[in-house]
């Protein structure tokens, strides 16, 4: 039984090389040929660049021995000077799904036409370009510090604000049906260059995380970015951003999980310096315990039925106009855990002002104390606008 399903195993591949596109068959991945398609590419937030010359990886969905999982988009070093990355992506032909593996080459091939994000908008990179030796990154679509990446234009032309968003993962029948263009089919006529080792150790590492598995998360991995391999995973911001903007996470619970994130920072911080610039197998693994218990508080500040809802009305409007603020700060990585906490730590002391006011009053603000509390939102308002300017890169 054993050898025969081997044997349907054979013919099933080699029936999926017969019917994949010539086009793209110098790609594929020999061994990774299934019947069930991979979930749609979750939407997450791009980390900051950590240095100059490393490039955007974007995140995609591997196959093991227990199915689909995710691996985060990463940045990384290329092998060297000039080359660009050509994202993988999932076939679809005579009822099976291949992987494609990416690869680097001195131009961008074909990837399925796949919107990965980030530059990958389905043809091309349009998220930068190398020039003398260096390469430079397009703000407009890449996340970026001027402190930490010294080579960046912006061209907002490359943007297509109208374009309809696409989450799907593969490229086929009842997927993504581009086909390479002359350009793409000429860069993969180049010699490419596999994977790096930090590359495949960053799959390879994924593959263990039962976070990251289809089957335990749905289609929402654990960690869906990471900063550098081996490096910040980064979920844990999203989340308290989402929660931030939606009242499920109130100002003082937002408080005391971005203190505690940044403690854990300070400490990966801390160990990194103390070793090189990389933290040991143990110290991975404290960080990992800490984050999982941060995960669980986030989860259930998020569902403990504490929420703000501030009313419609012009102080309630404004309360939750600087909630928005520094969701959006948080996402973008301009506010700091340890920024986030202040900001926070301002807006709870408002609120209880508010409240103290309003019950003194019978449920309702006098004009002048509506007009004091204005002067206090607009005093949080210029702290938030001056973290999020203040030319740093924020520790994740």
């Not at 660009?84 to 036409?113: D, I, K, N, S």
């Not at 390879?204 to 910040?232: I, K, Y």
């Not at 990194?272 to 669980?296: D, F, I, M």
Request: aromatic share 10%; glycine share 12%; net charge positive.
């Amino acid at each position: 039984m054993r050898l025969f399903r081997k044997f349907q195993n054979l013919l099933l591949l080699l029936l999926f090389v017969c019917l994949t596109p010539m086009a793209s068959f110098a790609q594929v991945a020999v061994g990774v040929s299934i019947r069930v398609g991979p979930p749609a590419i979750p939407v997450y937030q791009q980390p900051l660049c950590p240095t100059d010359g490393y490039l955007w990886t974007p995140g995609y969905w591997a196959y093991g021995p227990v199915g689909y999982y995710w691996v985060p988009g990463v940045w990384v070093a290329p092998p060297r000077v000039g080359l660009l990355w050509t994202p993988g992506y999932w076939g679809f032909a005579g009822g099976l799904y291949g992987w494609h593996a990416g690869f680097w080459g001195p131009h961008v091939g074909f990837y399925g036409g796949i919107n990965y994000g980030f530059g990958y908008g389905g043809v091309g990179f349009v998220g930068g370009a190398w020039s003398g030796g260096f390469f430079r990154y397009n703000s407009a679509v890449m996340n970026v510090n001027a402190t930490v990446v010294r080579n960046v234009y912006v061209d907002r032309a490359v943007v297509n604000d109208t374009a309809i968003i696409n989450h799907t993962s593969f490229n086929g029948a009842g997927g993504v049906t581009a086909q390479p263009t002359a350009g793409e089919q000429a860069a993969m006529r180049e010699d490419h260059i596999q994977p790096t080792a930090n590359q495949m150790s960053h799959e390879q590492a994924m593959s263990h995380d039962r976070n990251q598995l289809a089957s335990f998360n749905h289609g929402t991995p654990g960690t869906a970015a990471m900063d550098s391999v081996n490096g910040r995973r980064y979920n844990q911001q999203g989340r308290i951003a989402n929660g931030v903007s939606s009242g499920q996470l109130t100002p003082a619970e937002t408080k005391n999980l971005e203190n505690r994130e940044a403690r854990v920072n300070g400490e990966i911080h801390n160990d990194r310096a103390a070793n090189g610039g990389t933290l040991t197998p143990q110290e991975r693994e404290q960080v990992n315990g800490q984050q999982n218990n941060l995960s669980h508080s986030i989860y259930d500040d998020k569902h403990n039925g504490a929420t703000d809802q501030y009313g419609n009305n012009e102080v309630g409007a404004r309360r939750d106009l600087q909630q928005q603020r520094i969701a959006n700060g948080i996402r973008s990585g301009q506010l700091s855990p340890s920024e986030t906490a202040s900001a926070e730590n301002h807006e709870e002391n408002i609120n209880h002002h508010i409240a103290a006011d309003r019950s003194a009053n019978g449920g309702k603000l006098t004009p002048q104390e509506r007009r004091n509390i204005n002067r206090r939102q607009n005093s949080a308002s210029r702290q938030i606008y001056n973290k999020k300017h203040n030319d740093k890169t924020a520790p994740r």
